[in-house]
């Protein structure tokens, strides 16, 4: 599927005012884990500034024990503090990686900013490598800024 078809589900997904944002959200992760072969495991990640710690929201895919990351830990964490994008083409090259599972490949986190703050972040892993393009990046990028929208 197109990202440009994607983004229609996306959107619809994210008007539905009867769901919580949470289920939003989750309907989101389905949505791009079902839809897109190379994204593998697909979830929200939300910061506690004050404790300086991320909190998984939601998420599909195999179950993870990162329910909590630290601020600078493993990419997650290094996003929560450079506000900036990563792309990782290859984990087992980045020496501040927490590994999820065996089978992950690549990951890529884009932060989400409400008020020019940077709130929390959605992370994709892949079992495959390289999978993640520009078109990923941009793509997700939008997304972010929708789910802010509804927060």
Request: aromatic share 10%; charged share 25%.
């Amino acid at each position: 599927m197109s990202f440009n078809s994607l983004q229609l589900k996306v959107t619809s997904a994210l008007n539905n005012t009867t769901a919580t944002a949470k289920k939003r959200m989750h309907e989101v992760c389905v949505l791009l884990e079902n839809e897109i072969e190379y994204y593998n495991w697909v979830g929200f990640y939300f910061a506690n500034h004050e404790q300086r710690t991320l909190h998984l929201e939601t998420y599909v895919g195999e179950e993870t024990d990162h329910t909590v990351i630290p601020f600078g830990k493993g990419i997650c964490g290094q996003v929560a503090e450079s506000n900036s994008n990563f792309v990782v083409p290859d984990v087992k090259a980045q020496d501040n990686y927490i590994a999820c599972s065996i089978t992950v490949k690549a990951e890529i986190v884009i932060p989400i900013f409400k008020d020019g703050k940077n709130i929390g972040q959605i992370d994709i892993d892949s079992n495959t490598p390289d999978p993640f393009t520009k078109e990923d990046e941009r793509f997700l990028e939008w997304v972010c800024e929708q789910v802010a929208k509804i927060l």
